[in-house]
């Protein structure tokens, strides 16, 4: 059974930074897209970031509105990897963020994390 492992979220206090990890050891995250989403509470899921990429050293991000300018999606170090860089954190981003993985050729296979709760005070 594949899972998407989130790490990284926490208390952060308005201004700062939290940078979110996203792994699955029974994937190869080349042939999926792979994004992170949000849920604050009373609201609806939200696209945040997105990734994919050709070969080794061509990534195409994609973002939000709300996510340009302070978040940062990228590849891990680690193979199979990938992270959200979260800069300048406003207290409207406090939610649940989760990690998704849609296959690239048949999108009905999408996996999605547990969820990683980020909370920002302000």
């Known amino acids: 059974q594949v899972q998407l492992v989130e790490s990284g979220g926490g208390l952060v206090q308005a201004g700062g930074s939290l940078r979110l990890s996203c792994a699955a050891s029974?994937?190869?995250?080349?042939?999926?897209?792979m994004g992170w989403f949000r849920q604050a509470p009373g609201k609806e899921r939200e696209f945040v970031a997105a990734?994919?990429?050709?070969?080794?050293?061509?990534?195409?991000?994609d973002y939000a509105n709300s996510a340009k300018g302070r978040f940062t999606i990228g590849r891990g170090n680690a193979k199979n990897s990938v992270y959200l860089q979260m800069n300048s954190l406003e207290p409207e981003d406090t939610a649940v963020y989760y990690c998704?993985?849609?296959?690239?050729?048949?999108?009905?296979?999408?996996?999605w994390g547990q969820g990683t709760q980020v909370t920002v005070s302000a």
């Open positions: 998704s993985a849609r296959h690239r050729t048949y999108s009905h296979i999408n996996y």
């Open positions: 029974t994937l190869d995250f080349s042939n999926y897209i």
């Open positions: 990734i994919r990429w050709s070969g080794s050293t061509t990534d195409f991000p």
